[in-house]
């Protein structure tokens, strides 16, 4: 254990990984003489799903900054750097608790439940009082999330985000939306044609600094097997990165993000996407920034309102959402299963190694730099895992594991929610089903595939097209009563049986390979 400033701290003051906001980390009540700030580097975060080295640089690295920042300001700290062996927070902070005896563990709420159910217990066993302040962070409390589901058969984004918007004031025009809709969707789903996207930036991020690279080693050093390719690490990790990030994006990507923000392309992993989840996840990036930067762009006639909304409404909308979710539902909601999936996460999600040219793309680039931007994780990784029958909490643990911005508050909701339609309907109104075609539609990718995306049958059929299929006749009676799957519904009722003998054939040998 590293030397305490303070010998006997009245109050430990923990500091989560994803907790490293610089404006608000210290407590309206907070006293040097008497309490101590606590971090630790514990292998169990990133051990516990096999994390994408990016991720566990981008976290690491953060940390480190933000310890040198408290260090400069003078505020007493405990910090434990990732040691030999194998730790965990609650052991290290049980440790701690033991040594110095404080009265009180106080930390802002945690964004993943099974962090704070451990840190807690840890707690309780020793006798120590345990405090878990809001989080002022986010634009919603808990509180103001729980008083606008109370009563609500369904809860919609897109009636949270409305009244999101009202309440701070971003793109309105007295009482009602700027442009005169809430929603700019339909403008925002272009595809690239045959002539490729725009040219987009070709820097994006920042490159690594020494602490960050003095991190990559040890990274490598000690988590060699995990995936990763860290020559290619340009995540921020300090609030002036993250700044620089947001200006670039604002300035080169924003105008263009909008209409493209669906598409896809072959070596064009980031195209106009922000980049940004992971300095906001992390709390480097404040999100009231980047909504009013966004903002002022379009009032500043230096991006369409198309492009600016459909970013707002991932900041201000979608992101507050689900952390309302995931505090209102959890634990339960990590094990929802509404659709009984059964089956296991294929081996060729951890090596990118498929004949699907879309699957192999999506995934070879997260495996490489953590990155995949919302569609691919939707409309690609997310789909095949749907119409494969993925268990929910496998493809959950994936997409925690590899995506540099993933915190558990975020993918959760996400992934069983929103890709999985595992919690039956409590986010999404539909399964986000489809077929190969959709993928041809939005990519290149299918333009040099084996695999047809119009044909679901025979050698070259594309799975995705016979799993869709699959997937409505194994799912009909579930589903039946789902108005928003009706086209698609009376479509399945169209195919003969024996076209569907064969696409369940085909299906089992894709489900079942030998």
């Known amino acids: 254990m590293a030397s305490s400033p303070v010998p006997s701290p009245r109050r430990l003051l923990v500091v989560l990984g994803d907790q490293l906001d610089y404006d608000r980390f210290l407590p309206a009540d907070f006293d040097a003489s008497s309490d101590l700030f606590w971090m630790a580097e514990a292998s169990e975060e990133s051990t516990h799903v096999r994390s994408n080295k990016h991720r566990i640089v981008c976290f690491l690295a953060a940390m480190r900054h933000f310890r040198n920042h408290l260090s400069d300001s003078k505020i007493p700290l405990l910090y434990h750097e990732l040691a030999e062996g194998n730790s965990s927070l609650n052991q290290l902070l049980a440790e701690d608790l033991k040594a110095l005896n404080p009265e009180m563990v106080s930390l802002v709420k945690p964004g993943d439940h099974r962090v704070e159910e451990a840190l807690q217990k840890t707690c309780h066993d020793l006798g120590v009082a345990w405090e878990v302040r809001e989080d002022e962070h986010f634009l919603c409390s808990q509180s103001e999330f729980e008083d606008h589901a109370r009563g609500r058969k369904s809860l919609r984004m897109e009636f949270f985000y409305r009244e999101m918007r009202r309440k701070h004031d971003v793109l309105m025009d007295g009482k009602d939306p700027v442009g005169g809709g809430w929603n700019f969707d339909k403008e925002n789903r272009e595809s690239f044609g045959k002539q490729g996207p725009p040219q987009s930036p070709k820097t994006r991020g920042c490159p690594p600094d020494a602490i960050t690279q003095e991190v990559i080693e040890l990274v490598n050093l000690r988590f060699p097997d995990h995936p990763g390719d860290l020559k290619q690490f340009i995540w921020p990790v300090t609030p002036k990165q993250a700044e620089q990030a947001l200006d670039q994006f604002i300035k080169d990507c924003l105008p263009t993000f909008g209409r493209f923000q669906d598409a896809m392309w072959t070596d064009e992993p980031t195209l106009f996407h922000s980049l940004l989840g992971s300095p906001i996840n992390l709390r480097l990036l404040d999100p009231r920034k980047v909504i009013r930067a966004a903002e002022k762009a379009y009032q500043e006639d230096r991006a369409p309102l198309p492009a600016v909304e459909g970013f707002i409404r991932q900041i201000l909308g979608w992101r507050e959402y ?12 990590r094990e929802l299963n509404f659709l009984e999936a059964d089956r296991a996460l294929p081996d060729f999600f951890w ?30 990784v997310g789909l095949y895992s749907l119409l494969h029958g993925v268990r929910p909490g496998e493809i959950n643990d994936w997409f925690l594991a590899n995506y ?12 069983i929610g929103m890709s999985q339609f595992a919690d039956g309907g409590i986010m999404a109104s539909k399964p986000y089903s489809a077929t190969g075609a959709y993928i041809d539609r939005m990519s290149n990718y299918c333009k040099n595939c ?18 869709y299929w699959d997937f409505l006749d194994r799912h009909r009676e579930r589903l039946r009563g789902n108005q928003r799957l009706s086209m698609q519904m009376r479509n399945l009722a169209r195919l003969s049986e024996d076209k569907l003998s064969e696409i369940r054939k085909a299906a089992s040998c894709l489900r079942h390979p030998s």
């Open 322 to 333: 689900v952390r309302g979710i995931y505090h209102l539902r959890m634990p339960e909601y």
């Open 351 to 380: 090596t990118g190694k498929t004949d699907m040219a879309c699957m192999r793309a999506s995934l070879t680039q997260v495996l490489d730099t953590g990155y995949g931007h919302h569609i691919q994780r939707l409309m690609v």
């Open 404 to 415: 540099v911005d993933a915190v558990d508050w975020v993918t959760t909701p996400n992934v």
């Open 450 to 467: 084996q695999y047809k995306p119009k044909e679901s049958v025979g050698p070259n059929a594309c799975p995705f097209t016979t799993l």
